[in-house]
């Protein structure tokens, strides 16, 4: 019924963060850097450039303050009674504390707004695939309280999580392939340097947002069905992103640490692509082909990944389809379970049929198909 954004007040350029760090880094890897298809993102801290060169950190916003701001925004949007709504399914991937969720901390910001009676859910640490899964909580709510309404909130603030670029030097990591064959490096400076250059990556490819959605029954509004799922398709899939909670790595000072193994690319592809097949074959489908569709919005896990994607539903990456998944890639980076809802949130217009797909932890992919009620 609605949708609303939130971003911090600090926009950083990734060309301006190349070049405070330029000193550091190898040719090949600033290529790499700018392959990732992310122009800017938004920052909780406001001296983001300082913190990874070394600083304190000083944020002026969190997790929690972006959910906040895009339900307030969302139901403002909306214009209708707050006490309509009997249900908040607050996801995040990057929670200010461990305890309590992100649910009850959004419900503790929002007196006078939100029912201190509505139910409330925490979907945590569930990845870049746990939209879909809220809604679909949301509409197990609705269909027996038809008459109430549901919030769906995503919020992230990733960029608290990457670690400080404090080495000499950085290098890409086919340079550091190239190191060890030419044994100029053993095999455990190949792993750390690697590690190394991971983190330069991630703080390149992450940003902060949260978006909220208001869902209802109401004619005339797109609805979302059928929705697909497929979790661990083979075993080892489990491992593909992990965090450990503590990491012993001294940069990070003990905060959480993300993997993520090499061949990432080519199983998102086949998860996002399963799953896609998976709801189009659907015999509720309004769709049985891509033809059919207006928009495909395609989480932003990087550029690399958009095009394996677009690849094999045989999307061209320049089609107008997925021209919102590469829009939100290149403004705000890879917002984890908020990507999605960004494009949604972004788009103006219901002319037809649109997919929505998101992957990663678990490993798990959905995928869903909206259109007008």
Sequence with gaps: ?????????????????????????????????????????????????????????????????????ATRRCIEEWGGDPSRVGLLVAATNTPDQMLPCLASEVM?????????????????????????????????YLAANP???????????????????LSSEYHGYRELVRL???????????????LD????????????????????KEEGKP??????????????????????????HPLLKGRPQYFMKPNVPNRGAHYAVTTVKNVLNDPDSPVSHLDQVEDCLIHTGSKKILDGVCSQLALSPSSEKVHGSYEVLKNYGNLSSASTGFMLAE???????????????????????????
């Excluded at 392959?35 to 929690?64: C, H, I, K, W």
């Excluded at 008459?147 to 670029?165: F, G, Q």
């Excluded at 103006?348 to 259109?371: H, K, Q, R």
């Design 223 to 248: 609805a979302f069905g059928p929705i697909s799922h497929l979790t661990n398709d083979e075993p080892d899939d489990m491992n593909l992103l992990t965090m450990t909670s503590n990491s012993k």
């Design 147 to 165: 008459n109430k309404l549901a919030i769906v909130l995503m919020a992230e603030s990733h960029t608290p999580y990457v670690a400080p670029l």
């Design 197 to 216: 250059t991971t983190f330069v990556v991630q703080s390149m490819l992450f940003g902060d947002g949260a978006e909220a959605m208001l869902i209802g």
């Design 180 to 194: 060890r064959k030419e044994e100029r490096i053993n095999a455990y400076e190949f792993d750390q340097q690697r």
């Design 1 to 69: 019924m609605s949708a609303a954004t939130a971003t911090p007040p600090h926009q950083f350029k990734t060309t301006e963060l190349v070049a405070s760090l330029m000193h550091k880094l190898s040719p090949e890897l600033i290529n790499t850097i700018c392959s990732l298809g992310v122009d800017q993102r938004y920052s909780v801290m406001d001296n983001y450039s300082e913190f990874l060169e070394g600083e304190p950190m000083n944020a002026s916003a969190s997790t929690t303050s972006l959910g906040v701001d």
């Design 108 to 140: 503790g910001q929002t007196h006078g707004l939100l029912s201190r009676s509505l139910r409330t859910v925490s979907m945590q640490s569930q990845g870049c695939s746990v939209l879909l899964k809220s809604v679909e909580v949301a509409q197990w």
């Design 347 to 373: 788009k103006e217009e219901w002319n037809g049929p649109t997919v929505v797909v998101g992957f990663g932890v678990g490993f798990t992919a959905s995928a869903g198909v909206m259109s007008l009620n």
